[in-house]
């Protein structure tokens, strides 16, 4: 994915959030998300990254109190290497797999955002130092009293090869969020 398709992801989530003012129930998730990149080419690490996400009650679409709107942004590090999982960020030297990522998606709930299994597809973009990627990024987890827990899949789809070695990436992981009424 080049900068031209990544602006242009930009500029929908933009629109889309000016255009759901009629919202009721807004919340602000903050994450942190442990994980692991799968199909490495180097001596992967385990990956930290996190997320700060907007979710917004569906008044707009399906029309469904349960269920909200979701836009996300996300950066990841996966140290190889001699690289650590603070140090290697965003340096020179070639000892980590980053990315960040601009996720749109749709979370279907059980009983809303407090309490409850769910269920959130989500789609975008990612960037990292010379490459970009469409991903598709399901998350699936239990919602409990404003903090909610899932697992996570971000799958990547490049046209040239990335850090790790390879034009995909497929990261796993566990995400632990709470989320702010606002």
Do not use: C
């Not at 080049?2 to 919340?27: D, G, R």
Request: hydrophobic letters at 40%; glycine letters at 12%; proline letters at 2%.
């Amino acid at each position: 994915m080049n900068k031209a398709t990544f602006f242009v992801l930009l500029t929908a989530a933009v629109i889309f959030t000016t255009n759901v003012k009629a919202q009721e129930t807004n919340y602000l998730r903050l994450s942190v998300e442990p994980g692991m990149v799968l199909n490495t080419k180097k001596d992967g690490k385990f990956a930290l990254g996190g997320s700060i996400g907007w979710l917004t009650q569906d008044n707009f679409m399906a029309q469904n109190e349960n269920n909200y709107l979701s836009v996300t942004l996300k950066a990841v590090n996966n140290p190889y290497g001699d690289g650590k999982i603070l140090s290697s960020i965003l340096n020179d030297k070639d000892d980590a797999f980053n990315y960040g990522a601009l996720l749109i998606g749709y979370r279907f709930t059980q009983q809303g955002i407090e309490n409850g299994f769910y269920v959130e597809p989500r789609i975008g973009g990612a960037l990292g130092a010379s490459y970009g990627a469409f991903v598709f990024s399901p998350a699936a987890g239990y919602a409990y009293d404003h903090f909610d827990f899932s697992l996570f899949l971000d799958a990547g789809f490049g046209s040239k090869n990335n850090a790790i070695g390879e034009k995909n990436f497929f990261n796993l992981g566990l995400s632990i969020g709470y989320n702010i009424g606002l």
